[in-house]
T-cell receptor, first 111, second 116 residues
Framework: LAKTTQPISMDSYEGQEVNITCSHN???????ITWYQQFPSQGPRFIIQ???TKVTNEVASLFIPADRKSSTLSLPRVSLSDTAVYYC????????????FGKGTTLSVSS | GAVVSQHPSRVICKSGTSVKIECRSL??????MFWYRQFPKKSLMLMAT?????????EQGVEKDKFLINHASLTLSTLTVTSAHPEDSSFYIC????????????FGPGTRLTVL
């Protein structure tokens, strides 16, 4: 499993765009990049997943360069409710593979 | 969307007792479910993989006789913490794998276990 490295914490203000970068130098050909969000005392929630280039949904965008050794989760115009821990995971494209969580990035949004 | 529930949401028990935690996939069938535990301000740690109709696969360092896992149906997996001790106090989270994408898992809301 590819190891991921992301900042331990980030601070932002409401209305700003937040970009969280994750390094995964040993990503394999069949791996996907997945991001989860977790609020205190709740289970993680799927945010976005991608393989290459750019993926966008109603919540976030995911940018993946051609070499796929890193990825950036972009949260547009954050609000206080976006304060959470964000986990970057590299997931093998194989049915039923367990997710291995790293330390995650604690995002704190202030007013 | 896919929903996973856990019951109970929190439980307090005395040391030495056993506690059962249920994980259900409400609107889909899950042949594979996973159990994690999470200590305060720490990341999730995978405990075991639960497969319907077969024995669970435990991660290294997880005592299978202490954390009994049963996956008797396609929508229910249970984790029983036997002879619980204060050090077993933690946040236990399950997830269920839903086929249809590159490994999409859906997580339950978690169960807070406190052993006195």
């Amino acid at each position: 499993l590819a190891k991921t490295t992301q900042p331990i914490s980030m601070d932002s203000y409401e209305g700003q765009e937040v970009n969280i970068t994750c390094s995964h130098n040993n990503i394999a050909t069949n791996d996907y990049i997945t991001w989860y969000q977790q609020f205190p005392s709740q289970g993680p929630r799927f945010i976005i997943q991608g393989y290459k280039t750019k993926v966008t949904n109603e919540v976030a965008s995911l940018f993946i360069p051609a070499d796929r050794k890193s990825s950036t989760l972009s949260l547009p115009r954050v609000s206080l409710s976006d304060t959470a821990v964000y986990y970057c995971l590299v997931v093998l494209n194989q049915a039923g593979t367990a997710l291995i969580f790293g330390k995650g990035t604690t995002l704190s949004v202030s007013s | 969307g896919a929903v996973v529930s856990q019951h109970p949401s929190r439980v307090i028990c005395k040391s030495g007792t056993s506690v059962k935690i249920e994980c259900r996939s409400l609107d889909f069938q899950a042949t594979t479910m996973f159990w994690y535990r999470q200590f305060p301000k720490k990341s999730l740690m995978l405990m075991a993989t639960s497969n319907e109709g077969s024995k669970a696969t435990y991660e290294q360092g997880v005592e299978k006789d202490k954390f009994l896992i049963n996956h008797a149906s396609l929508t229910l997996s249970t984790l029983t913490v036997t002879s619980a001790h204060p050090e077993d106090s933690s946040f236990y989270i399950c997830s269920a794998f839903l086929a249809g994408g590159p490994d999409t898992q859906y997580f339950g809301p978690g169960t807070r276990l406190t052993v006195l």
